[in-house]
């Protein structure tokens, strides 16, 4: 399924809604003021993000969070930084030395905040197309970028990329939330946004 101008504007709203929501979450948790602010959304298969993403991100190891989801519509969501924005987002939101060997209290940092960041956006996607998501609990990884998208996932599978901006005082952390729909599921969540929300194709 192609996705139209207007649905992926459609989807951008969704996913900003989303984020809006987890910002809130996060700010009330530490005392510093985090902005979320997604300025690309793309829909890909899993051959073209990997590509698009290799571009920005080399390499490198990646920290990610990874959620499995269920129901209406079946999937994966996964929020990724490169390590060293992973590491300063820990310092800032723990207080502790970002030099220091933090590896326990990383990696429940930033599942926690994976958790916040990716139920709020799949939970504005099932609340306003009205379709009920359950979830798993959150796995923290490090890894390639290749491991953690192209051996998991068909290279026809369709991507929803949304590129997050992370502000947090004057701190800019950049990473990426990366929704994967299994084939056959994507073309339901554009049905089903199509439906709720009177796009016309």
């Known amino acids: 399924m192609n996705v139209t101008a207007e649905e992926l504007d459609a989807l951008q709203e969704l996913i900003n809604i989303g984020v809006g929501r987890a910002a809130s979450l996060l700010n009330e948790m530490v005392d510093s003021h985090i902005r979320l602010k997604i300025p690309v959304v793309k829909v890909l298969t899993a051959a073209d993000a990997y590509k698009e993403l290799t571009t920005r991100f080399h390499d490198q190891t990646l920290a990610s969070v990874k959620l499995r989801f269920t129901g209406s519509f079946h999937g994966t969501a996964s929020l990724i930084f490169p390590t060293d924005s992973a590491s300063t987002l820990v310092a800032v939101l723990t207080g502790e030395d970002p030099s220091a060997d933090l590896d326990a209290v990383k990696i429940g940092t930033l599942s926690e905040i994976g958790n916040i960041v990716i139920n709020g956006v799949m939970g504005s996607l099932s609340n306003v197309l009205k379709r009920h998501v359950n979830y798993t609990l959150p796995v ?35 990473g990426d939330i990366i929704l994967i729909f299994l084939v056959g599921t994507f073309d339901a969540l554009i049905a089903a946004m199509n439906d709720e929300m009177g796009i016309i194709k």
């Open 140 to 174: 923290y990884l490090e890894d390639t970028l290749e491991n953690l998208l192209l051996s998991a996932y068909e290279s026809d599978s369709k991507i929803l990329l949304a590129q997050a901006s992370f502000t947090i005082e004057r701190l800019e952390i950049i």
